[in-house]
């Protein structure tokens, strides 16, 4: 995936936050970064430096949020639309490409893996605050 998103000037994860972000603006919201991090499921951090490497590259912009002076609020620039929507279908064809085993991507194989994995990624943040809550009580 770096390697084809690498003529655009983009990383895996670094398209990964713009695209993200793309999906949300399209509601006209312009989330914070926290807000983001949830919604792509990357940490807060990462998407925090993930973004100033974006901002530097031209492909979005960083705010203070006027209702909330802690937040940061990101909003993608003509720049990073044009590269949100030329990566986007050659990212589906290399995951096509990749999930063909399993029938493609919109496939009941695809689709079941999906689900084991996004049960196996709660559980493994379950038992993260689990363990957590028991170092801190002990």
Do not use: W
């Not at 792509?40 to 492909?59: N, W």
């Not at 002076?69 to 279908?89: D, F, I, N, S, Y």
Request: hydrophobic share 40%.
């Amino acid at each position: 995936m770096d390697r084809m998103l690498a003529p655009l000037g983009l990383t895996h994860a670094q398209y990964a936050v713009v695209a993200s972000l793309y999906a949300i603006t399209m509601g006209g919201t312009r989330p914070s970064q926290r807000q983001l991090a949830q919604f792509s499921g990357l940490e807060p951090m990462y998407v925090s430096r993930l973004a100033r490497t974006l901002e530097k590259a031209g492909f979005l912009e960083r705010a203070d949020n006027p209702d909330d002076p802690r937040a940061v609020q990101l909003a993608l620039t003509p720049k990073g639309v044009e590269v949100v929507k030329t990566a986007a279908p050659k990212v589906r064809e290399l995951e096509d490409r990749y999930l063909e085993p399993l029938g493609g991507s919109a496939s009941g194989k695809n689709l079941e893996l999906r689900r084991t994995l996004q049960t196996l990624l709660s559980h493994a943040h379950s038992l993260s605050g689990a363990q957590s809550q028991t170092a801190i009580g002990t």
